[in-house]
């Protein structure tokens, strides 16, 4: 794929542009759902599915839609995922029933699912020279990272100026906007010669496993982790992952070639990421509790909050991530980075009933800032740096299903383990925001483990390789990629 640097750069704006449109409808709706349960009635049991719909299939479809993108097309799937989320963002906007709002939901997963899985893909694909790569790596990395607590701060604008109903409607002028200028800027990659045929058996192992693992692991807390219908969706899941790795083992043309999980960086950064993603996800979702039922935090105070962070992350994406790559390689800025991450979830374990901004929330969300900055591009170029551009797209999958899976299983453990505590100090007769804040504490503390653990496997697991990409994408036969 080669185009000329302006178009490069335009083309890198656009794919950020429709990750970022997926990135916050992951957290937009959080702000908007006590006006969706309001307006639509919905019951506090039924109103989950809001939620718990878009995840379903967007956690399900992501190692899916990557390998599809190899299959047919990066350019093709992307524009076709932007478009099906986009018109199903339109049904969100316009649904008057509970039953339409929650199937239209479930189309915005898969949509969602196929433009994220390949929107990597492309970019790396698109930037083969190093310091190229590393520049735009870090503006999409900045997007993932930001977009989560930027949609807090736009879902509460939308929610409180107009209705519940235009933080869907938003998205319509965006993925009209995207898939007009990827077919503009984007040339078509559909592959030469013949076709390689759909695994179907494959793919629907592994979109049902993934399905039945979420739903189990977001129902966890609710339904007791214990319980026969959490073990056995989440059991469920476990048997057809391993139905999924034998069908692999005998097909001719598998979906995943095991032999991917043979690049040692790809299977690390996995295991990383998911780490990562789960001590994020106690950053995010436990802070802005934290602000919000103990602080007493309006929803746009939350968003405000998080600015400072976010602005650091910037100021990384935008140039001193990639110039820190160049210096240092991945390795040492990624583990870093993590390490840091770990030392500002410490510090929020610290954050005390009557906090001050400045004093308890201020400290850690900058050195989280820090740390994510320096973290977010090195994992996403390490992820990436051993697999051939024919299966780039099934390798983004597997680091965006690591991801997922990382951050909605700890999100899970540490609600669970926070609720708990919270629990166990109410009975012992101590006051609602102080057993909120001793939950939010353990959540801070565990969350700083995961961290910690994922810093010390990137100095430990991860291995130097040329920046390019590509160059050491060999399969278990030698001399080719695992997906040819």
Known sequence: MTLDSRRRWLALIVLCLGELMIVLDTTIVGVALPSIREDLRFTEASLVWVVNAYMLTYGGFLLLGGRLGDLYGQRRLFVSGTLFFTVASLVCGLASSQWLLVAARFAQGL????????????????????EERAKAMGVYGFVCAAGGSIGVLIGGLLTSGLSWHWIFLVNLPIGAAVCAFCVMLLPDDRPEGERQRLDVAGAVAITLALMLAVYGIVNGNEAGWTSPRTVGFIGGGVALFALFLLIESRAKAPLMPLGLFRFRNLSSASVIGALWSAAMFAWFFVSALYMQLVLGYSAMQVGLAFLPANLIMAAFSLGLSAKMVMRFGNRLPLAV???????????????PVEGNFFLHVLPGMTILGIGCGMALNPILLVAMSEVAPADSGLASGVVNTAFMMGGALGLAVLASLSAART?????VGTAMPAALTGGYQLAFV?????????ALLSAVLLRAVPQSGGELALSAEGGRGPGH
């Open 111 to 130: 949509g969602g699912a196929v433009v994220s899985s390949i929107a990597l893909s492309l970019i790396m694909n698109l930037f083969t020279e190093a």
């Open 446 to 454: 565990c969350g700083a483990i995961f961290a910690g653990v994922a």
């Open 423 to 427: 629990e166990s100090l109410l009975a």
């Open 337 to 351: 980075g993590l390490a840091l991450a770990a030392v500002g979830l410490a510090l929020f374990a610290f954050s």
